[in-house]
């Protein structure tokens, strides 16, 4: 349903990613944050389901290219942990707002797992933005603090997940309300990954009810779908 695209960071280079288009003009944007496997093709199916929704859908490839095999976890963290994170929100993320909002729109952003970490860094540091849905992941709190939150947040997370764990949830979600931030925060009994149907993990129930969760918030934040 998508393309592949390029398009053109705030310091000029050159970044790539897959665009879904609405098919109507003038349609919110949401860009759409990969796992740590990189831009696969469940990703794409993602901007392609919000595309259906009535939203412009924008997936940057963070990995320049680079897609990990589901089974090769060790390659998944190399590439995760070679990355960095603040370029890559302040360049090739913002770009992507940026070029969703050419036309005067609305642009939210997304995230899973890496993803959802980098959604959280973007609500504090990509200016044009509206609002932010992140999905299991979060920074260390030396890059982002739930103060540092400046756009409505929406955020899912699992009960069992030991990597975004319960506890640092908790921790994140007292920071919000400490710092009088406008959140919601959605706890699931599944796994890291939930949302993922490619993937063992993968809970249905969950998934459809975070998304749904996720069209509303998107409806009520960037325009109706």
Known sequence: MGTKITFRRPDGKQAAGYLAKAGRAKAPGVVVIQEWWGLQDQIKGICDR??????????PDLYAGTVVPYHDTEAAGREMNSLNFLEATDQVVRGAVQLLQRTGVKVGLTGFCLGGAVTILGACRVSELTAAVCF????????AKPADIKVP?????????????????DKFEAGLKAAAKKA???RYDADHGFVNEQ???HDRAAAEWAWERTLAFWSAHLGTH
């Open 50 to 59: 919000f595309a259906l929704a009535g939203y412009e859908a924008l997936a």
């Open 136 to 143: 299991y992941g979060l920074p260390p709190e030396t890059v």
């Open 153 to 169: 947040l929406q955020a899912h997370f699992a009960n069992r997940d030991d990597w975004c764990t319960p506890e640092a949830v």
């Open 199 to 201: 993937r063992d993990a």
């Open 184 to 186: 919601e925060i959605f």
